[in-house]
């Protein structure tokens, strides 16, 4: 099967509109990420850990799947909660950690969730003193460092990348594709802003894995217009430029189609856990596309006819 | 031909023998004996681990910077246990300060206490020279025998030797009279003072004792030196030294500490095969270390971490160039440990484990299940679309395709990475990904055929030109994953292993064996179609 063999779309001629949407967005989602602000996960904010055992007294009852006791625990509204054995599974012990920073209360509710939904396992034992093990905050998994550390790896990583499309094209080709990156990033960021969802550590991930997918888009494209510069010398800058995104579109429709299947398979058969992951993986996907397509090459070009650098850096490119 | 035309099939051969191999233990069962024992380690959130909850011992600072010390112990804890190798660790504050650490598949949960726990300060100082030892064993041997009631152990321990004594000559008795228990303890050998083996426990406990280090006269201390505890079988006696109290150079003063393996023609038995760390000093610290051997050459410098004498050797010359060595380290591990905790600061304050358990996975066995359904149909459904647009040649891939996902297991399997649920998530997207290169080569080709090439030298040039994208838009991200892997921490280095591995998996798949199998399968001999 071939598609769009041969197309000759304007995506060069009707930059104008696409750089309006393009800020409509982008404005919009700086104005989320202000107003609503980011519903930061317990990975990075802490919450409380209580440790209960739930050993029936009755030899009778069977011993407590832990699957049934998530679902009680998520139900009862802690949607973010980590069940684990602690010990021998057989001692019954678990360990629950949830959202919130009120451990007292948060302590109230597990054990009324406990006694109203599992009474078989807490029957004739004294809740505060018995089932209770232990009730205490914890702190965040990604600690205030260990932000400011992946903060400062990624701005070097950005900063490399430049040098990197710098030396092999251009400075202005590698300012514009970090700038690509920025919008794809701060838009996936702003929608979870408007829908009040959380930003977890698989979030981040996400995030860094839309980075890495977005730059081998863009770098497709400039690879072709550094290719089409040599080839046809003679042309204007801007059908240049927009026969190359035009040759590799089929490319770039093509390779999001096959990783939007993956991301779209984990959205809809991966389990709650790694829906949101999906979700930002998805939008990654299309707004990286998208900006590739529109964006990036279109900035090049803007910068390079604004700055009269024009000839200079053509020529320059076109030895490469 | 080609040149080097033989090389592609070895290549090929090597890529899926170590994919093969690496994964084997998988679904080799139990009991059958098999070399490789290297299997892939399954995350917290998938397998579970070992948890260890420790109590930071804050009550000796001061109220206000008790927080920030529990905060710097976690770093330590963390920048330690990252450098250790184990991948993705939960690290958290619990309660006021204590601090709660869950290890994903450690094998030797003491060993990861030890490292998380100890606290390495690193201390240079000069040995007594044999007069000035002498004077203050006599000293601390009368205190203590003056003051022996306040050490049950030692008082029991004499009157024991008492009562035997009586049975035997009074010419001994006569000789024992001039020391006491604490100097019968201790034999002279020729060069140095030891300890019986069987009395090393009273001795250590008595090192430690408050009421022994308020009354030892000032100016001198007593350390052991270091042995291998898990081989405690080894009966002799254990080296005890009496070192000046004075610290010449100290952990502050390191600037990198690095694990060496000693050649074995080595002419010196410490070094010789056996491991031991290179200490390089900041520039004050070379200062001191060279201001220390040139006034003190013939004497004898002690290397001591956390109060045990690694070695003391002779000081034979003045030392200007700001390096030293620790000799005298057991074993790989040990060393490699000892190497970490120098270069990282030591724990702001002591902790004290409180409890270590097992813990199980922290996600329910019907996520895991959906995580693996998600991966085949994602699988799947990128195979049919490769078919689906590329005939022949996306069947040609999708067999590729398959050894790419092996070999993203395999290598994580030789890394010691670990594999977590957003880590499938991230192999899933790597399928799709990684047929980039491929739709990239295609499309080319389909372009020089259209240009009217035959599909012999449209493939030749639609590889040449997809090589030089596949390899810009690869490079720039293995730069990105580089970075994260020095600079980041924790789940960012797993993240930024697995994306580098896949990369270098798919640029492989792409370049090497996806052109070896079209040549071999779809453009033998001399057709003049291409299936794509």
């Not at chain 2, 204590?98 to 290890?103: A, F, G, N, P, S």
């Not at chain 2, 079988?233 to 952990?251: D, T, W």
């Not at chain 2, 409890?355 to 990128?382: E, F, P, R, W």
Request: glycine letters at 6%.
């Amino acid at each position: 099967m071939r598609i769009l063999q041969n197309v000759n779309f304007p995506f060069v001629q009707s930059r104008r509109i696409t750089y309006v949407i393009a800020a409509l967005a982008l404005i919009a989602s700086v104005v989320g990420i202000f107003v609503c602000g980011l519903n930061w996960s317990t990975d990075f904010t802490g919450g409380v850990s209580a440790v209960i055992n739930m050993k029936p007294k009755d030899p009778g009852v069977k011993p407590l799947n832990i699957d049934q006791l998530r679902d009680v625990i998520r139900e009862g509204g802690f949607k973010e909660s980590e069940i684990q054995f602690i010990g021998n599974p057989a001692d019954a012990t678990f360990q629950i950690k949830v959202e919130g920073s009120d451990a007292e209360q948060i302590k109230e509710k597990i054990l009324e969730l406990v006694r109203d939904n599992l009474d078989d396992y807490v029957k004739g034992r004294n809740l505060q003193s018995d089932v209770l093990r232990e009730v205490n905050t914890v702190g965040a998994k990604a600690g205030a460092e260990m932000r400011t550390n992946v903060i400062t790896a990624v701005l070097i990583a950005l900063l490399l990348m430049i040098i990197y499309i710098w030396i092999r094209f251009e400075f202005t080709f590698g300012l514009m594709a970090i700038v690509a990156l920025f919008f794809n990033v701060v838009l996936v960021v702003g929608v979870f802003a408007w829908t009040g969802k959380e930003i977890t550590m698989q979030i981040i991930a996400a995030l860094l894995t839309i980075v890495g997918y977005a730059i081998n888009d863009t770098i497709v494209v400039f690879d072709r217009i550094r290719e089409d510069l040599r080839l046809y010398r003679k042309d204007p800058i801007e059908s240049i430029f927009n026969r190359a995104i035009n040759s590799t579109l089929s490319r770039t429709v093509i390779t999001g189609g096959s990783t939007l299947l993956t991301a779209f398979a984990l959205y809809f058969f991966g389990g709650a856990v790694i829906h949101d992951f999906a979700l930002a993986i998805i939008l990654g996907i299309v707004i990286g596309t998208l900006s590739s397509i529109f964006i990036a090459s279109n900035l090049v070009l803007d910068t390079i006819k604004s700055t009269r650098l024009e000839q200079k850096s053509l020529k320059h490119l076109s030895k490469k | 031909m080609r040149k080097y035309s033989w090389l592609t099939p070895v290549a090929v051969l090597i890529f899926v023998l170590v994919t093969l191999v690496f994964l084997s233990p998988l679904v080799i069962p139990k009991g059958v004996s098999w070399p490789i024992k290297q299997k892939l380690n399954l995350g917290l959130d998938l397998k579970g681990g070992t948890q260890i909850v420790l109590a930071v011992q804050t009550d000796k600072l001061p109220m206000a910077n008790r927080a920030d010390a529990v905060k710097n112990n976690i770093e330590i804890i963390r920048n330690r246990i990252d450098q250790f190798g184990i991948a993705e660790p939960t690290i958290q504050k619990i309660g006021e300060s204590d601090i709660l650490v869950q290890l994903p598949g450690v094998k030797d949960p003491a060993a990861a206490e030890n490292l998380v726990k100890q606290s390495a300060i690193l201390e240079f100082k000069l040995v007594a020279n044999p007069e000035e030892s002498e004077r203050f064993l006599a000293q601390l041997d009368q205190i203590i025998q003056a003051n022996l009631s306040r050490f049950p152990t030692l008082a029991k321990m004499d009157a024991e030797m008492k009562s035997l004594d009586k049975e035997e000559s009074s010419v001994e008795d006569s000789l024992k009279t001039s020391s006491g228990i604490f100097r019968s303890l201790i034999v002279t050998s020729e060069r140095d003072y030891a300890v019986r083996n069987d009395d090393v426990e009273v001795f250590r406990a008595l090192l430690q004792d408050t009421t022994f280090v308020n009354l030892k006269p000032k100016g001198y201390d007593l350390a052991l030196e270091s042995f291998d505890e898990t081989k405690r079988r080894n009966e002799e006696p254990k080296i005890v030294y009496v070192l000046k109290s004075a610290v010449e150079v100290q952990g502050s003063d390191i600037d990198g500490a690095s694990m060496e393996i000693g050649s074995t023609s080595s002419s010196n038995p410490q070094m010789a095969g056996k491991p031991y760390i290179a200490l390089t000093f900041t520039r004050t610290g070379a200062r001191k270390f060279a201001n220390v051997t040139g006034d003190n050459i013939h004497e004898r410098l002690a290397i001591v971490v956390d109060n045990a004498v690694y070695s003391a050797p002779v000081i034979q010359d003045r030392i200007p160039d700001g390096k030293a060595t620790i000799t005298g380290i057991f074993s790989n591990e040990e060393a490699r440990s000892l190497a970490i905790l120098l270069n990282n600061e030591s724990l702001t304050a002591p902790i004290v484990l409180k409890n270590a358990n097992q813990v199980s996975a922290t996600l329910g066995t019907d996520s895991i299940k959906s995580g693996l359904i998600a991966g085949l149909v994602g699988l799947l459904a990128v195979m049919i679309f490769m078919v689906f647009f590329y005939n022949l040649s996306g069947l040609v891939t999708d067999f590729i395709l398959i050894f790419n996902v092996g070999f993203i297991l395999a290598a994580m399997t030789i890394f010691g990475g670990t594999l977590t649920m957003p880590g499938i998530a991230g192999i899933i997207l790597s399928i799709g990904m990684s047929v980039d290169a491929n739709v990239l080569i295609f499309e080319r080709i389909r372009e020089e055929m259209d240009a009217g090439k035959s599909p012999r030298s449209a493939a030749d040039s639609g590889f040449k030109r997809a090589s030089v994208t596949i390899w810009d838009s690869n490079i720039t991200t293995v730069i990105a994953a580089f970075v994260l892997y020095q600079f980041g921490t924790g789940p960012v280095r797993g993240f930024a292993l697995t994306l580098t591995i896949g990369i270098v998996g798919s640029i492989f798949c792409a370049l090497v064996f996806l052109r070896y199998l079209m040549d071999k399968l779809l453009l033998s001999g001399n057709r003049q179609t291409l299936s794509i």
